[in-house]
């Protein structure tokens, strides 16, 4: 290790608390800490001259690669303009301009866009929009909510009382407002994926002709659980969901901060099943990856439930960096892309060729569950307790980086990749995963 890369290292693990992650495991060598010094197309150069493949889009943000030509120069151009202003009083092209490009891409059934800067707090937005409504209407009995088995919705107090994931949620316990949870449509949970989908949302409308008036709003990530392992679930769970949630009286979250931006195939995930949302949640890939940003898209109905003359009947909600242009630019710069490059149909293409190039692995013994939704490839490994980091380095040492997941099936290994890949960067990350693979299973 040279001194720079070493000298980094130390100053970071003195100075920096880093997210998601046991310190001492850093601490002790167990888990590598890579320090990275720039990023170009797919790959992430470290300060030893390596470079990584990011197969897994740097916590599932990058879509076009890192240091993108064409969102850089919108970023520069941007700079010289306005870098931040306030969004309480005042107002920007950068802001309307995507309000206006997200709301056309949901054919004009959602709007109103009110902004944030990371999916947690989208989510707390939208919890708090379904329930601020309901009370406007006369209806503050109707503040409880509904979330699904294994569910992810960020780690705020808020967005971490609609989780269901025990690792993250268990020791906050105490500050949260419990929600219910109820089944997961997760294909792997019946014979077929339809017959999962029809279970579970059996199961939700049951619920809500007991419960509904005392339900605000159902949240869901439409078809991929990333949190869960990548579970992944058919579009027909979204159509009764929604189906139920009209005959009850009841709102329907689309929490899409992950797999929204084409990532399940299409633009939007929910646009698989011919719904539209009460609420969309959108971050993550809305920049390209660049800045933190996200989004609450709502219907007309809803907004105007909170349009009076009394200002406690408005939503008070705020963030210092609320609609951020040089964010909002990035957007905007992201949104060209897809209107440019035909990025789904090339998306399409490119999914079935690193199914293609995975087929060997997929055979393997020790796989199960291999599952593929858009630019979105998983399966589980049932393995011991150790084999996740096992694997994580392995992979490392090939120039990839993954991150396997605990599921409910054993570990999960994902590929959420870069929407950028030629072919020979497409060929490494399919054979380094395979050769991880077998490595972590055979020590």
Not at 60 to 81: E, M, T
Not at 402 to 414: E, F, H, K, M
Request: charged share 20%; proline share 5%.
């Amino acid at each position: 290790m040279r001194p720079m890369q070493n000298g980094l290292l130390e100053r970071s693990l003195a100075a920096v608390w880093h997210p998601c992650t046991q310190m001492k495991h850093h601490g002790d060598g167990d888990l590598p800490l890579l320090p990275i010094v720039r990023g170009e197309g797919p790959w992430l150069h470290t300060t030893d001259g390596s470079r990584l493949l990011d197969g897994i889009s740097s916590w599932w943000v990058n879509l076009f690669g890192h240091c993108n030509p064409r969102i850089n120069a919108a970023l520069k151009d941007q700079l010289d303009r306005l870098e931040h202003a306030m969004l309480a009083g005042f107002t920007h092209k950068p802001v309307v301009e995507l309000s206006e490009r997200l709301s056309a891409l949901t054919g004009h059934a959602l709007g109103h866009c009110f902004y944030a800067s990371d999916g947690a707090s989208s989510t707390e937005i939208a919890l708090k929009m379904s329930a601020h409504y309901w009370r406007n209407l006369g209806r503050p009995e109707k503040n409880g909510f509904l979330c699904l088995a294994g569910g992810y919705h960020g780690e705020t107090v808020g967005a971490l009382a609609v989780t269901d994931i025990a690792l993250f949620r268990d020791a906050y316990g105490p500050l949260l407002r419990p929600a219910t949870v109820l089944p997961s449509p997760d294909a792997r949970n019946a014979a077929t994926p339809l017959a999962a989908a029809q279970t579970a949302a059996a199961a939700l409308d049951a619920h809500l002709a007991e419960h509904h008036g005392t339900t605000a709003a159902l949240i869901v990530e439409p078809l991929v659980q990333c949190a869960a392992g990548m579970a992944m679930h058919d579009p027909e769970y979204l159509r009764l969901a929604r189906a139920a949630c009209d005959r009850h009286g009841v709102h329907l979250i689309c929490d899409e901060i992950a797999v929204g931006f084409g990532r399940t195939g299409s633009f939007f995930a929910h646009d698989q099943a011919g719904i539209r949302p009460d609420f969309l949640c959108l971050s993550k890939g809305i920049t390209g990856g660049y800045l933190p940003l996200s989004v609450v898209m709502t219907r007309s109905q809803i907004y105007r439930a909170f349009y009076d003359d009394t200002t406690a009947r408005g939503f008070l909600h705020s963030h210092s960096y609320t609609g951020n242009p040089l964010a909002c630019r990035a957007a905007l710069a992201t949104l060209d892309i897809f209107a440019d490059d035909e990025v789904l149909a090339a998306n399409a293409v490119k999914s079935a060729r690193i199914e293609a190039r995975l087929t060997p692995l997929i055979r393997h013994d020790a796989i199960h569950n291999w599952r593929r939704r858009g630019m979105i490839f998983a399966f589980d490994v049932m393995a011991d307790g150790g084999f996740a980091r096992r694997c994580h380095r392995a992979a490392l040492r090939r120039g990839l980086l993954l991150r396997p997941i605990a599921g409910s099936d054993g570990t999960a290994v994902y590929l959420m990749p870069p929407y950028i890949l030629d072919d020979d960067e497409t060929e490494l990350l399919c054979l380094a995963t395979a050769d991880a693979l077998r490595e972590a299973l055979t020590t």
